[in-house]
């Protein structure tokens, strides 16, 4: 690898070229000219920064652009093939894969059940997700450059072992980030899937612009993301934004919450909690998700009891949120997961008025706008910012 010294030609090369590919990726299609005049470059400059991204195979011809009177340019593009990566979405039932070429456009997608799923087999389950995404994008699993995983749970840098992740057999083995990178041939991360949700809204999503925010998910489980300074925090262990074990007062306190498997704002806002909740309250729903929607719809047809369920499941998440305003002061709140989804503007609304009596600071809470598979959106966002990263550093002379 040739190392270039400040101030010399192959640097400033680097540079020019790399501003080149960051105006593909951003604005589209190109011609000379217009890339000459984002990058300030001239035309022999330009022209030559072109023909040696063409053939270090970053950038194709994508057509003539009819100018005036006898005026023609040729427009030019990042090659999409230049590089491709997989993301993985990882549940107790089954593996969601997903791959995208270097343009961010998803080419294929895959499932696989992972029914009985028996411990010891995180890398074969990984290995065949990211076999069949690739198939359906008509790839050889070797073309794939970088893997992103993202699991409701949290690993341990220090002891590369997965964490707050009980429910989730098979992936509980000793040095996993390793083994998964020795069976997948690549470089592989494992991040937490909350945590990937916060990198989507960052990305393309209500937190776009945001440096300080937090995002709270709330499904089947609940967790938290925790962005300061553009960046996500994860703590020593990995763990944090855990918030479902976090005590709260409207819950009794649990010793020994890891081998529970619950806590006291997932004792009180979960899933079964919620169906509880609301059942008591007179509402009817087969799951979580269904239930709230139910009663959104009841409460915005003036029923007084879903008023007061909603009304209770509100008090009980801005309990938790207050916790964290108080400690982080966050510039922004995000809603996610399938319960605030279903809840809507109205669940929010009720959230915001039972924080803001609760806490000093008044940050905004916005619903999350990332639709599809919020965790494999980040995930591929993640695998694509160090794949670009990684080609544009060492391709381009």
Do not use: C
């Given at each position: 690898m040739t190392t270039s010294t400040p101030g010399t030609p192959s640097l400033l090369r680097a540079i020019n070229d790399r501003a080149a590919l960051e105006a593909l990726l951003a604005r589209g299609p190109l011609t000379r000219p217009e890339i000459g005049a984002i990058t300030g470059l001239s035309k022999p400059t330009a022209s030559q920064l072109l023909t040696r991204l063409r053939e270090a195979g970053l950038v194709v011809l994508d057509g003539i652009r009819e100018g005036g009177p006898g005026r023609t340019a040729e427009v030019y593009r990042i090659n999409p093939e230049a590089g491709y990566v997989a993301a993985l979405d990882v549940r107790r039932a089954r593996v969601r894969a997903a791959v995208a070429d270097l343009t961010g456009t998803v080419t294929g997608t895959f499932e696989l059940a992972t029914p009985g799923q028996a411990a010891g087999d995180a890398v074969d389950r990984a290995r065949s997700a990211v076999e069949g995404a690739a198939a359906d994008a008509g790839?050889?699993?070797?073309?794939?450059?970088?893997?992103?995983?993202?699991?409701?749970?949290?690993?341990?840098?220090?002891?590369?072992?997965?964490?707050?992740?009980?429910?989730?057999?098979?992936?509980?083995?000793?040095?996993?980030?390793?083994?998964?990178?020795?069976?997948?041939g690549r470089p592989v991360a494992v991040e937490n899937d909350v945590n990937l949700?916060?990198?989507?809204?960052?990305?393309?999503?209500?937190?776009?612009?945001?440096?300080d925010f937090v995002l709270l998910w709330v499904s089947a489980g609940i967790g938290m993301a925790i962005v300061?300074?553009?960046?996500?925090?994860?703590?020593?262990?990995?763990?944090?934004?855990e918030v479902g074990y976090m005590p709260v007062a409207a819950a009794p306190i649990i010793?020994?919450?890891?081998?529970?498997?619950?806590?006291?704002?997932?004792a009180v806002a979960g899933a079964p909690a919620v169906l509880k909740l609301l059942r008591a309250h007179g509402?009817?729903?087969?799951?979580?998700?269904?239930?709230?929607?139910?009663?959104?719809?009841?409460?915005?047809?003036?029923d007084e009891r879903a008023a007061a369920g909603l009304g209770e499941l509100a008090a009980r998440l801005a309990t938790g949120l207050a916790a964290i305003v108080s400690v982080l002061d966050p510039e922004l709140i995000?809603?996610?997961?399938?319960?605030?989804?279903a809840g809507g503007e109205p669940l929010r609304r009720l959230i915001e008025r039972e924080l803001y009596t609760m806490t000093i600071p008044r940050p905004p809470l916005r619903l999350s706008s990332v639709g599809g598979?919020?965790?494999?959106?980040?995930?591929?966002?993640?695998?694509?910012g160090e794949t670009r990263e990684h080609i544009f550093s060492n391709t381009v002379r």
């Amino acid at each position: 690898m040739t190392t270039s010294t400040p101030g010399t030609p192959s640097l400033l090369r680097a540079i020019n070229d790399r501003a080149a590919l960051e105006a593909l990726l951003a604005r589209g299609p190109l011609t000379r000219p217009e890339i000459g005049a984002i990058t300030g470059l001239s035309k022999p400059t330009a022209s030559q920064l072109l023909t040696r991204l063409r053939e270090a195979g970053l950038v194709v011809l994508d057509g003539i652009r009819e100018g005036g009177p006898g005026r023609t340019a040729e427009v030019y593009r990042i090659n999409p093939e230049a590089g491709y990566v997989a993301a993985l979405d990882v549940r107790r039932a089954r593996v969601r894969a997903a791959v995208a070429d270097l343009t961010g456009t998803v080419t294929g997608t895959f499932e696989l059940a992972t029914p009985g799923q028996a411990a010891g087999d995180a890398v074969d389950r990984a290995r065949s997700a990211v076999e069949g995404a690739a198939a359906d994008a008509g790839l050889r699993p070797d073309r794939i450059d970088r893997v992103v995983i993202g699991l409701p749970g949290a690993l341990d840098p220090r002891t590369d072992r997965l964490g707050y992740a009980s429910h989730l057999p098979g992936w509980h083995v000793p040095d996993l980030l390793s083994r998964l990178r020795d069976g997948l041939g690549r470089p592989v991360a494992v991040e937490n899937d909350v945590n990937l949700v916060a990198m989507a809204e960052l990305a393309h999503g209500q937190a776009a612009g945001s440096r300080d925010f937090v995002l709270l998910w709330v499904s089947a489980g609940i967790g938290m993301a925790i962005v300061l300074g553009g960046s996500l925090v994860r703590g020593a262990t990995g763990g944090a934004g855990e918030v479902g074990y976090m005590p709260v007062a409207a819950a009794p306190i649990i010793r020994g919450p890891g081998r529970a498997n619950t806590g006291g704002l997932q004792a009180v806002a979960g899933a079964p909690a919620v169906l509880k909740l609301l059942r008591a309250h007179g509402l009817r729903g087969g799951d979580a998700g269904q239930i709230v929607g139910r009663a959104r719809t009841a409460l915005e047809a003036s029923d007084e009891r879903a008023a007061a369920g909603l009304g209770e499941l509100a008090a009980r998440l801005a309990t938790g949120l207050a916790a964290i305003v108080s400690v982080l002061d966050p510039e922004l709140i995000v809603l996610a997961g399938d319960i605030p989804i279903a809840g809507g503007e109205p669940l929010r609304r009720l959230i915001e008025r039972e924080l803001y009596t609760m806490t000093i600071p008044r940050p905004p809470l916005r619903l999350s706008s990332v639709g599809g598979d919020p965790v494999l959106a980040g995930a591929l966002h993640l695998a694509l910012g160090e794949t670009r990263e990684h080609i544009f550093s060492n391709t381009v002379r």
